[in-house]
């Protein structure tokens, strides 16, 4: 059985999920730029000093709502009745029924990434947060933070041992090329065509696997 955190480990977990909340419903209506503290202060129902409490900045929340739900993706390619291959499906699977369900919020984290210069220091989430955040989810508690690349590299060494991938393909060079479908695609689609992006995603990751099978057929 899980550990019970305790009470103020809870309402410090309660506050930082109802301001992560407010700034993805947010997120629908302005860009990041646009939304005020106060507004998400008021919509959670705190202080705008107890705000900065919890985070310097709106893009350091924006970096925890980001956590929270590459949390749920890992979560998910880990329990899908899926493996290896199958399993790197479910997480741009999750991506696109993300970006369709709240464009402004995914193409928010979207953009942050690509103006990142570095890969910044994984935000961690308590016990108490993924608790409450994810009822459902059992083992959520265990698993890392993170980004995708913690679902994928599990996914992708069951690939090399099932002989869906080549024993020889380079995980690295995998990895970056995934994750430029998985930002990128989006990019290319914008709002106005996301219906399109599981099919497209789909067909993206068919030509990568056989380039992928290909090249390592080649270095051999």
Known sequence: MSKKPGLRERKFARTRLKLARALAQRLEQATLEEVAVRDLCDDAEVSEATFFN???RKVDLLDYYTQL???ELNWRCRHAQAQGLAAVAVSFDFMAAALQKQPGVM????ARQALLRARPEPIEIGLA???IAYP???GIEELP???VDKAWLPALEQAMRGGELP???HL???MVGLASLFYGVPLVLRQSNFSAISSMYHQQLAVFWAGIRASAQGST
């Not at 193409?107 to 979207?110: D, L, R």
């Open 54 to 56: 919890y985070f310097a």
């Open 69 to 71: 739900w590459m949390l």
């Open 107 to 110: 193409g928010e984290i979207i």
């Open 129 to 131: 947060e993924r608790q």
């Open 136 to 138: 459902d989810f059992d």
């Open 145 to 147: 933070t993170g980004g």
């Open 167 to 169: 024993p020889n393909a």
């Open 172 to 174: 690295p060079t995998v």
